[in-house]
């Protein structure tokens, strides 16, 4: 098909979602599992009659949820963003659900212009279970020293070399990242929640932080022990991967439209460098 003949597109949309994880085989489409990109698409076709490709700023496992997630349409329809929204709700499920539709320029890239992420990870710290929040803390018998959990989250702030802290078949070239912000929050125990923000992840990484800030809460590792385990960069040195129902993506935030605010590795290396 030639330049002249092929078709132009016309307008980007991005949605805010919103769902549980729970019966959901993570974000990314695959043919034979319940996924929210999938739904989203099937519900964007049985609407408007058109196919189309759910991409978000990142991939999430199953059992994860969100409570704001970025995904980009690209499409040739012209109804206003507020009558997608309205629309795509009557078509999805009771556990997904647009919060917000706006027109974005065309290019915007959702993966690429993301400046960071926040994650929360819950747990719900005592003996007996707690029905209201099975689907959305991972139970940990307790008791946990949750000042000494926030000694350790407070060492995994900055910027490192994560290799210690990433799942099996991560496939990211650079293991650095940098982590603004690590806080355990104990006030409202027995729920206490984990809250990280950086400004990208490797795989299964929150969910390492969680199982290792447990540890530390329970004394199998040493608040102080984190900066040696950072520096092993070998994951049998954290703990275990929490479970993937305690993990909520809050938030993905954007810098300007368009602007491309991709990871620069050579940067933060030589960040890293010059710390030392």
């Known amino acids: 098909m030639s330049e002249e003949a092929r078709p132009q597109l016309r307008r980007q949309v991005l949605l805010w979602v919103q769902f549980d994880g ?14 929210v990109a999938g739904t989203i698409e099937a519900a964007w076709l049985k609407m408007l ?29 012209d109804i206003v963003a507020r009558g997608l929204m309205l629309g795509l709700n009557s078509f999805l499920p009771s556990d997904l659900a647009v919060q917000d539709a706006v027109d974005v320029p065309l290019d915007f890239d959702v993966r690429n212009d993301a400046v960071g992420k926040r994650y929360i990870y819950r747990l719900w710290v005592a ?29 995994l702030q900055g910027v490192h070399d994560f290799s210690t802290f990433r799942g099996a078949g991560c496939v990211a070239q650079s293991t650095v990242r940098h982590i603004r912000r690590v806080h355990v929050d104990a006030s409202q125990l027995p729920l206490v929640q984990i809250e990280v923000d950086g400004n990208a992840f490797l795989l299964n990484m929150v969910r390492i932080f969680a199982g290792t800030l447990v540890d530390v809460g329970r004394g199998r590792i040493r608040a102080d022990a984190i900066p040696a385990i950072l520096a092993a960069h070998d994951r049998t040195r954290a703990g275990q991967t929490a479970p993937s129902h305690g993990l909520t993506l809050d938030e993905v935030f954007y810098g300007p439209a368009g602007a491309r605010q991709g990871l620069d590795y050579k940067n933060l290396l030589a960040h890293m460098d010059s710390a030392r």
Do not use: N
């Open 22 to 35: 729970g019966e959901f085989c993570g974000f990314q489409k695959q043919l034979h599992d319940r996924t």
């Open 127 to 155: 003996e007996s279970r707690a029905p209201l929040w099975r689907r959305y803390a991972w139970q940990v018998r307790g008791p946990l020293d949750t000042v000494a959990m926030q000694e350790a989250a407070t060492q």
């Open 49 to 77: 009659g058109e196919t189309v490709i759910a991409r978000s700023s990142s991939r999430t496992d199953a059992g994860v949820h969100a409570r704001r997630m970025p995904v980009l349409i690209r499409t040739d329809k």
